[in-house]
């Protein structure tokens, strides 16, 4: 135990700046204008910088910034991207192109769902390429990284970095109709909640797949897994046998947010080799 470099992660923005700031501050991790402070730390961001609050763009700038400052200073900024992180591109890069989404055009489903007008007004070129490169799943310290607590990811790859490299290659495409897709599906939610038939095995398949002991994501509130008031959540939720921790504070609806520091996982028990084990295949 001790020898993994500190994981922190910090669950969904959506534009609230001055609530990231504070955590920064109150963490150790940075200061008010993004200096890094963690040291030789990795600290992960669950996608979902914008929309719903007053400074989108704002909180993507600080973020680049941070993350620009942590790798100068032995530390590690990482972030992946989340469904309204796509939104409010295709706000930006086709407004009027039509969808299946309830308003039918991408600028009209965006703002349906939360899009803040300004963020789109201060949306420059760099922001759109760093939000084009993000990646859809990370792997730390043993903890599978991703935005949503949903299967849709297996509809692109097989693996992490067949995942990664299809989304890449769609965020950086003028395929509409792909994007609009993605978005479709990115919605999803609850999938491992163990209070649903099937929730601890479809984890469990993922895992299988993407690899790491433990999902960490975001874009779920944890008030809807667990039940608790909104104002009781001040940290992170780990349920599922086990196998996820959810991470998204609720910011957006009034929550305190928090940085969760994930604790080194115990040691994998011995197994015995000699007993055959025959895995399904998870998407049967």
């Known amino acids: 135990m001790g020898s993994e470099t500190p994981l922190f ?8 700046l001055d609530n990231l ?9 940075g200061t008010s204008n993004a200096q890094w402070k963690g040291g030789d730390a990795q600290l992960w961001f669950m996608g979902d910088f914008t929309d719903r609050g007053p400074d989108g763009v704002g909180v993507i700038d600080y973020v680049m910034r941070l993350q620009k400052d942590a790798a100068a200073k032995g530390g590690r900024v990482g972030a992946l991207f989340g ?55 990370a792997l730390v310290n043993n903890r599978l990284l991703m935005h949503a ?21 769609l965020l950086h495409s003028r395929e509409t109709k792909h994007w609009d897709v993605l978005l479709a599906q990115a919605g999803e939610r609850l999938r491992f909640d163990e209070r649903k038939a099937g929730g601890v095995m479809r984890a469990s398949q993922v895992l299988a797949y993407f690899g790491g002991r433990q999902i960490i994501h975001g874009h779920t509130p944890i008030h809807k897994l667990n039940g608790e008031p909104l104002q009781r959540i001040t940290r992170a939720y780990t349920y599922c046998e086990g196998r996820a921790v959810d991470v998204d504070g609720g910011i957006y609806e009034g ?17 015995d080799n000699s007993a055959k084990i025959v895995q399904q295949n998870p998407r049967g």
């Not at 509809?155 to 299809?166: K, R, S």
């Open 83 to 137: 469904n309204h992180d796509v939104g409010i591109l295709t706000a930006r890069l086709f407004p009027t192109a039509r969808t299946g989404g309830p308003e039918g055009t991408f600028y009209s489903d965006w703002f349906a769902y939360g899009g803040v007008s300004s963020d789109l007004e201060k949306l420059q070129s760099h922001h759109i390429e760093w939000l084009q490169n993000l990646p859809a799943l």
């Open 255 to 271: 929550g305190a947010g928090f940085v969760y520091e994930a604790p080194e996982l115990a040691p994998e028990p011995v197994m």
């Open 9 to 16: 992660v910090f669950g969904d923005v959506h534009g609230h």
């Open 21 to 29: 700031i504070r955590h920064m501050r109150y963490a150790g991790l």
């Open 149 to 169: 607590d949903a299967m849709f990811y297996l509809n692109y790859g097989d693996t992490l970095d067949q995942v990664n490299a299809t989304m890449r290659e």
